[in-house]
């Protein structure tokens, strides 16, 4: 495959899993909303956390230092 192709290739995957990431992102914080839910501070450190071991996961697997993914589902 030309190295052309392959970048608009992932240029077309990738943007489209970065803007559904955004808006699942967008459609979880809709859960800050105390008139509909009931949280505590210690789900939203264990939500975060887990959210951002992921995005680091993922920002190894680019720079090429991770070989296999986690893929674990979060639990509270």
Known sequence: ???NSRRKR???VAGNRVNR?????SSLS???NRNNYEY????????IK??????????TE?????????K???KF
Do not use: P, W, Y
């Not at 505590?40 to 939500?47: A, C, I, T």
């Not at 680019?62 to 986690?70: E, I, P």
């Open 40 to 47: 505590d501070e210690s789900d939203v450190r264990k939500m």
């Open 10 to 12: 992932f240029e077309k």
């Open 21 to 25: 990431l955004i808006r699942t992102l």
């Open 62 to 70: 680019f720079s090429g230092q991770l070989s296999k993914q986690n």
């Open 30 to 32: 809709k859960c800050a």
């Open 50 to 59: 887990v959210l951002r071991d992921k995005l680091n996961d993922v920002e």
């Open 1 to 3: 495959m030309e190295k």
């Open 72 to 74: 674990s589902e979060f």
